[in-house]
């Protein structure tokens, strides 16, 4: 207090209870920037791994989709190779043992 100025004790105290309270605050403002601190840093991390786990699985979805346009291209040729089987054995007659195309049949059994 400057001098010949009276702050009743009282006065001095209550200033004295707020300070603490203020310094209480702040302390738990401080540990709470902390914390939200922290858990940024966790995200990014977090986030940060993502991006090579998808180019990941999208390397894995490039090289299915390659393998299911090759499965679909044998498919079609196996079709073609039946079609022309059915189209042989429906040429024959039913009593006939020999028919064109058993090469090709075994061919397709032995793949």
Do not use: C, F, W
């Amino acid at each position: 207090p400057a001098p010949g100025l009276h702050v009743p004790p009282t006065v001095i105290e209550d200033l004295s209870t707020r300070l603490g309270n203020l310094e209480y605050r702040h302390g738990v403002l401080m540990r709470k920037i902390e914390e939200v601190s922290d858990a940024e840093v966790a995200d990014s991390i977090a986030i940060e791994e993502i991006y090579p786990r998808v180019a990941t699985v999208k390397e894995q979805v490039q090289v299915m989709e390659s393998q299911a346009v090759q499965v679909v291209s044998e498919l079609k040729e196996i079709e073609t190779k039946v079609q022309k089987v059915e189209s042989r054995v429906d040429t024959y007659s039913s009593g006939q043992l020999a028919m064109p195309g058993q090469d090709e049949i075994i061919g397709l059994s032995q793949k």
